[in-house]
């Protein structure tokens, strides 16, 4: 079955700067990548996600590329915000009907 | 995208009981799926919920313990059953279309003691 593997496991980054979440995946039948911002105490919130057609896609200060032939797939958040704060799971799929293997999360904290 | 109706939010429940959390979707969904969180950790798929049929069960979790419906295309319900504190958990309920991706519920904070 698929694997999916999350660095790094906390991230530390100063306001204003940027943070850079990398993932790996095994199986290469996966297809759909999305990325989930979960605060404490609440569901796992879709920020983005990526089709296997497609190598990059931006929505304001986030961004996800996706290299399928090393199997590999990147959160970036540019100008962090303490409300960023939160932790975030990467996932891969065949498809977007599928389920859904996670990654471990990484715990974002932004300093102000 | 899709808005996800998940109750109740928490509960706590005393060992051998059975409690049953529902899931409102409010547009008719392809898929429904139920995860479980341990605290601090990442999720993991209990089931994929088929709408008019038996549930599909990721190893490791069975329906006498996880007994799954999915009378129509916006509704789902998980029971927890014979409950020990090994249950207690976040679960999740979660739905997927092609229109908007694959978003979750608030979950449900479950604690046996």
């Known amino acids: 079955g698929e694997n999916v593997e999350q660095h790094p496991s906390t991230l530390s980054v100063q306001e204003g700067d940027s943070a850079v979440i990398k993932c790996t995946y095994s199986?290469?039948?996966?297809?759909?990548f999305p990325w989930y911002k979960q605060e404490l105490g609440k569901g796992p919130q879709l920020i983005i996600d990526i089709r296997s057609n497609v190598g990059e896609k931006k929505d304001q200060r986030i961004a996800v590329t996706l290299n399928k032939t090393a199997k590999h797939f990147s959160l970036h958040i540019t100008e962090t915000q303490p409300e960023d704060s939160a932790v975030y799971f990467c996932?891969?799929?065949?498809?977007?009907?599928?389920?859904?293997?996670f990654g471990s999360g990484t715990q974002l904290t932004v300093l102000p | 995208s899709a808005v996800i109706s998940q109750k109740p939010s928490r509960d706590i429940c005393q060992r051998g009981t059975s409690l049953t959390i529902q899931c409102q979707v409010d547009?008719?969904?392809?898929?429904m799926f139920w995860y479980r969180q341990q605290p601090g950790q990442s999720l993991t798929l209990i089931a994929t919920a088929n709408q008019g049929s038996e549930a599909t069960y990721e190893s490791g979790f069975v329906i006498d313990k996880f007994p799954i419906s999915r009378p129509n295309l916006t509704f789902s319900t998980l029971t927890v059953s014979n409950m020990s504190p090994e249950d207690s958990s976040i679960y999740l309920c979660?739905?997927?279309?092609?229109?908007?991706?694959?978003?979750f519920g608030s979950g449900t904070r479950l604690t046996v003691v």
């Open positions: 996932a891969a799929s065949p498809s977007s009907a599928r389920q859904l293997t």
């Open positions: 547009s008719q969904v392809t898929m």
């Open positions: 979660s739905a997927s279309d092609d229109r908007f991706g694959y978003t």
């Open positions: 199986d290469s039948a996966s297809n759909y």
